[in-house]
């Protein structure tokens, strides 16, 4: 079983960036897509990305495309969420997965039921 640990989050003036770590350990997840998520307070958990294994094809959620750029080194076992231009509704835990390997990209990988491993989450806010 994978581990996955996010870092990265904090307090951030609107207009701001962050970037976010995703680090695995336990196994390699250089075969995994890997996805982010987030849950804004009273909110579902929302998709926002998901990275194929090989880190060339992303799919973004409209909320967040042209803002935030996912990548990874799978050479280090690491995913990122560039996160520029932030809003106040971007307030909210950010959370990495990885994705089973079967299914419809990018359909599937879109929905959290693919994902079957989780980190914490990171704590992101943004002030106006």
């Known amino acids: 079983q994978v581990q996955l640990v996010e870092s990265g989050g904090g307090l951030v003036q609107a207009g701001g960036s962050l970037r976010l770590s995703c680090a695995a350990s336990?196994?390699?997840?250089?075969?995994?897509?890997m996805g982010w998520f987030r849950r804004a307070p009273g909110k579902e958990r929302e998709f926002l990305v998901t990275i194929t294994a090989t880190g060339g094809v992303t799919y973004y959620a409209d909320s967040v495309k042209g803002r935030f750029t996912a990548s990874r080194s799978n050479a280090e076992n690491t995913g990122y969420l560039q996160m520029d231009s932030l809003k106040p509704e971007d307030t909210a835990v950010y959370y990495c997965?990885?994705?089973?390997?079967?299914?419809?990209?990018?359909?599937?990988?879109?929905?959290?039921?693919?994902?079957?491993?989780w980190g914490q989450g990171t704590r992101v806010t943004v002030s106006s």
């Open positions: 997965a990885t994705a089973r390997p079967e299914g419809y990209w990018p359909r599937d990988f879109a929905s959290e039921k693919k994902y079957d491993s």
């Open positions: 336990g196994r390699t997840v250089s075969t995994r897509a």
